[in-house]
């Protein structure tokens, strides 16, 4: 699987679909010692089992476009957090981002740019409007205000799940505040979109559905105003991996 710098890769895992113990298993034989660890601290069997598919989803696709054992994949981070691939530091080639919630977990690659991905699952119980008051800029709080019910809530999780891709392929973690960036009264539903923002950059943002109670985003860095093409892959982990007709798209 070769990554290109015009093309981004997004494989999603819906947990729920991996029940067999021995696979599980094979998945916690890939992690390193410090991965262990934190496998071993999660309280509950789902979050534990959410985490484990994510390390494996992360480590397995990344050993098909560099060509190494899942196992034997290593990582450090940047000062804000940020992981990168400790193999190909240097030429810094392959960019990647995990991401994770409730009953789905997914991952982002592509070749020399930044990026972001966040996923959401958005049949949890949250008070949208005191969220957006408090965190998110003016403009997208004042319409959601406008809004009730379903149409509320889906256009609360496209403002939050663009802001945290945009969060997270900037790298700068919580040094970038949510009401930093605005997405209101912009057209968020059709096709990859460009934004320039306030970094002076343009950045590539595609809203997308996996399922009916997931929300999705990745926003992309973009070195000029072409748009960058998105595969998807729905996969599960050592065992297959297909095309991926995102649902609602």
Not at 33 to 52: N, Q
Not at 80 to 95: D, S
Not at 159 to 166: N, R
Request: proline content about 4%; aromatic content about 10%.
């Amino acid at each position: 699987m070769k990554l290109s710098t015009d093309k981004a890769l997004l494989c999603f895992t819906f947990v729920d679909e991996i029940q067999d113990d021995k696979l599980l298993a094979e998945y916690q034989s890939m992690l390193p010692a410090d991965e262990l660890d934190k496998l071993g601290k999660f309280r509950f069997a789902t979050h534990k089992k959410r985490y484990l598919v994510g390390r494996a989803l992360l480590r397995t696709t990344l050993s098909k476009c560099v060509g190494i054992g899942p196992d034997l994949i290593t990582f450090s981070r940047e000062s804000h957090g940020r992981p990168f691939l400790m193999q190909y530091r240097q030429n810094n080639n392959v960019q990647f981002n995990l991401s994770y919630t409730d009953g789905l977990v997914a991952v982002a690659l592509i070749s020399g740019k930044q990026v972001g991905l966040d996923i959401e699952n958005t049949s949890r119980q949250i008070d949208c409007l005191d969220i957006a008051r408090n965190y998110f800029a003016q403009k997208e709080y004042c319409e959601l205000k406008l809004l009730s019910g379903p149409p509320r809530r889906i256009r609360f999780f496209e403002f939050w799940t663009q802001k945290e891709a945009y969060m997270k392929a900037r790298g700068l973690g919580l040094h970038l505040a949510l009401d930093d960036v605005n997405f209101a009264s912009s057209d968020n539903t059709t096709g990859p979109h460009l934004i320039l923002m306030k970094d002076g950059r343009y950045w590539q943002f595609k809203l997308l559905n996996p399922s009916v109670t997931h929300k999705a985003a990745v926003c992309i860095g973009a070195a000029s105003t072409s748009k960058i093409r998105i595969e998807y892959k729905k996969a599960v982990p050592l065992v297959r991996e297909d095309a991926f007709v995102m649902p609602m798209e």
